[in-house]
């Protein structure tokens, strides 16, 4: 699993403790998270690398991220700027209206939630975990 840290150069990147996210960046992923969420549950982070919102809520999700989840929750992170079409493949075949930053959580190959903007929190991942 690549690590993937977002908005901070080179040395800062080296001292901090990163999330363990997966980069969305291939089509295909999204058949290997469907088959994933059917034992596993499933994060998408989908984000904009200019936007300063998906900033604060990257940083905040990190912050609250609880490190005990590492095991049980697959989490991916797409960025949309980069990625367009596989953000629209992400919102057709999951069910949910684009938005930037947002949070899809999929269980079973279904969005059990979503949320985006400042509602976005790392607790809604321990809700569903419980």
Known sequence: ???LRLFKNKKEREIEDPLPWEVLSKMEQLDEIEITSQNEL???FKHSTRCPVSRMAYSMFQKDFNREWDDKVAVYVLDLLRYRTISEEVAARFQVWHESPQLLL???GKTIYHA???AITA?????FLE
């Open 123 to 127: 607790a809604q991942i321990g809700e």
């Open 116 to 118: 985006s903007h400042h």
């Open 1 to 3: 699993m690549r690590l």
């Open 106 to 108: 999929i269980k079973e």
């Open 42 to 44: 499933v994060a998408i």
